[in-house]
């Protein structure tokens, strides 16, 4: 889902590749019983089962009662049998330190293995002048160019247009030291990022992989500049950077590990040990004090993952945010007055409009600037691709005039919409019970929902015009026939509302793929799938608490003698919606569709819903549903618990 | 059942969001460290895949914490690290260039240790034409254009470059 399909940064990666780390280790004979000494006191201790051990070699306790490591690299291991013996690795690994040193010092275990070394020395206390002298050359460099202070976990938000990023991502940022006389840039900072490399162009063959682990995982790092540049730029994403409050000693052992991940790779999945997974295990790895993967459910979303860092007290001791690049460009027309506007809308046209005779500089370079970002929102994959193009070419000229007038620009006054940091969100899953009428018979209602938001949840910590379902389900049960049925079911749900602004003007969509119940003279009472797409355009007061919007709709539904034609059923039609949030945890959702069926018993399927849904406690809601349909009417009253 | 459950799932998802889209783009290759250079395309503005240049995913180890290759490194200040800034940055870089101030030009002025910073931003903005000489020019001509011009102004006391 999330899955970072980027391996942006192999750009910068790869070729510096060194061999596999060596798996036959000479031990200098002088050293074989002080090397011998030493795991027979690891086993003593059982340092093999320590929590700081299994956590840095990542293993798992599997359904056996035995180990097995998550890390799928050969290179991760010093025994041919580490990934599953946490003793044998570690013996390996004492071993390995002691080792002659063969070929590139870079392979040798002192250099490939930081982490461990400082923990079992720590433990076991080795003997420094046994150890064999090593150069760690590409290693030190890498801490030195990270430079680390403090480690930052950073949240790039929902991102509906993409499948793999419509949950948000996870990355960790490292931050650099001041040094003297420089002012510090967060820009120079280093991002650590884990993602899966694709290797597939084939959807279904995407999805299947990434569900099954058959993509590779690994951590990559680069400038935070490239996240920056990707995430705010180019996608118009949010960041949200959580601070983490660790010592010194636990920064430096973060980025120890880092270097350890470096050799290896994991396999992917998608719902569980994905980007958000692993990188909360980097951090368990490094600092034995936090439990944060403890703290997660299934599936991992990258969200929980800051809703986990956020409930270990004291653990964030700050949170920043970067605005997207929509946003910057919202701040820079916000100011503009009617003849700036009008202008602008000129310069959109025709970059070489000259500037109204009486307007200020100050007010002409606004406007310019504005013009600027407006030109970087829309185009932004041409801009990132360096075409030639009309566009390109239209932001070029208005650049140059911008520059020839010579005022500099104020920074952009710096906002931090704190209602919006993702870690307030309400929970991922959701599971309701109700009971209501339809026509003249009762039901009960169970409701369930694996992943995250729909229109009528609370929108704290969320994007307010924005449907995100995973599985959202609904079975009933009739208590006058004694049966028990699937009412509605979605494989995913999706509505991205993008109200119309004077500067935007995008098309909203809506995708549902599920199956629902229905009872009409086509089919009376039976279950069918059912694909729905709809587009059109959405309108919204500033605050986009009332936001209304009208769509053309097609929808395909599919059982087997469902249409006179066969087994399909295909409507064209409208779809309108209304949602009015009285509060933010007081939300009234209002929708109605109508749809023709081509040759179709049924020629038309008319229906209209209300929900009212209230958010009385934190994570519990009393939800109000009436609805009408061709077939008659029915109203519920459920109780939604987000877990 | 939970990976029955999410792998219906993530089918039915992955074959609504992805039109199955050029994982290989053609005429893509290590063009310096520009943004665009790792790009992929974006077809019907739904799918936006980034990708790598290398053989990441064909390698049997892949050691993924690695720097300095394709000039694109972490190197210290050095003239490479101006230009890296630059070709990466450049879109942004172009900007603040225009308004004569933003975060990518205080950036570059630490990067290319610059002793009077402040002076950076109006010296970059006035001598926009003379870095730009049009839209599409590469990113590698961008970071030399600008390195030469960071060079030329002796009063922005620039000593990071070479």
Known sequence: MYVRLVSFFAVLSITACAGAVQHQFEVPSQNVDHVQGLVAQAKKQGLAKHKRWLRLVHYESNFWGGHKSEADGSGFFLDADGKDEPARELAATIRGFYSKVKGDHGNHPLCAFPARFEWLDQVLHFDKARLPEVECEKRDKFFASLNAESVSLVFSSYYLASAASAFGHTFLRINKRDTEGEERSELLDTGINYSATVDTDNAVLYAFKGLVGLFRGSFLQMPYYYKVREYNDYESRDLWSY?????????????????????????YYYLTENCSYHVLGLLDAAVPRIDLRGELGWPVLPADTLKAVVAHKGLVSGLEFRPSLRRQARERTKSLGPAQNAWLAELKQTPTSPAPAKMPVAEVAATLDAAIDLMDMEHSEELLK???????????ELMARRAELGLVSAPLKKSFPALEAPHRAHRSRRLGLGSGLRDQDPFLAVHFRLALHDLAD?????????????????????????????????????????????????????????????????????????????TGYTLATKSESVATW??????????????????????????????FALHDKLISLSQAKALWYAKSDQTLGFEASNTLRWFYMRNLALNIDVKYRTDGLEAGLSTFLYY | MKYVLSAVAAIA?????????????????????????IVIGNKAGIT????????????????????????CGLDGPTSGAVANFVEANRSAIAKDMARGSGETISTLATIAGCSNRAAVGSTLQKNFRKVFSSAAMSDKQVGLSLLNLLKQEKALGCNKLS
Request: proline share 5%; with cysteine; net charge negative.
């Open chain 1, 386 to 396: 360096n075409k030639d193009t009309p566009a390109t070419n239209a932001r070029f």
């Open chain 2, 48 to 71: 936006q895949l980034f990708a790598g240049t290398t053989n990441g995913t064909s390698g049997n180890q892949s050691f993924g914490i690695t720097f300095g290759t394709l000039n």
């Open chain 2, 13 to 37: 998802m992955m074959a609504v969001f992805f039109p199955t889209s050029e994982a290989q783009a053609d005429g893509y290759g290590p063009a310096g460290c520009g943004l665009g250079s």
């Open chain 1, 243 to 267: 601070e983490l409050n660790l010592t010194e000693e636990e920064v430096r052992r973060v980025v120890l590990h880092v270097w350890e991940l470096g050799r290896t790779h994991f396999d």
């Open chain 1, 458 to 534: 609370e929108t704290t910590g969320l994007p307010k015009l924005s449907q995100i379902q995973f599985l959202p389900t609904e079975a009933r049960y009739l208590p006058v026939t004694s049966e028990f049925r699937f009412e509605r079911f979605s494989l995913t749900n999706i509505i991205n509302l993008m109200p119309l602004r004077r500067y935007e003007r995008k098309l909203s969509w809506i995708v549902d793929v599920g199956g629902r119940r229905i009872r009409d003279k086509d089919c009376d009472d039976c279950f069918a799938g059912a694909f729905e797409f709809a």
């Open chain 1, 550 to 579: 009208l769509m053309a709709d097609v929808e395909a539904m599919a059982r087997p003698g469902l249409d006179v034609l066969g087994p399909l059923r295909f409507g064209l039609g409208a779809r309108a919606g209304f949602r």
